[in-house]
């Protein structure tokens, strides 16, 4: 939302993800989608619907077994 990458790498340390953060410097996917926290995270269905929107970070772990749920 913003941030420089500077930031976004001591969020991600902060954390502990190990999955990819992305910037959104101009705010495309706040404005689009109404992110209002970060890190916010989208589980798109193989049919390209929204299956989940998680605010705030996830674990490894937590990811994949959201994900394994799609499969």
Same mark, same amino acid.
């Given at each position: 939302m913003g941030q420089s990458n500077e930031v976004i790498h001591n969020v991600?340390?902060?954390t502990g993800v190990s999955y990819p953060l992305l910037?959104? $410097?101009?705010k495309i996917a706040?404005?689009?989608f109404g992110?209002? &926290?970060t890190p916010t995270s989208f589980l798109i269905g193989r049919?390209?619907?929204?299956?989940? $929107?998680?605010?705030?970070?996830l674990s490894r772990a937590q990811?994949? &077994?959201?994900?394994a749920r799609l499969l």
């Amino acid at each position: 939302m913003g941030q420089s990458n500077e930031v976004i790498h001591n969020v991600r340390r902060r954390t502990g993800v190990s999955y990819p953060l992305l910037a959104d $410097r101009l705010k495309i996917a706040a404005m689009h989608f109404g992110v209002l &926290a970060t890190p916010t995270s989208f589980l798109i269905g193989r049919d390209g619907t929204l299956v989940e $929107r998680i605010n705030g970070p996830l674990s490894r772990a937590q990811l994949e &077994a959201r994900v394994a749920r799609l499969l």
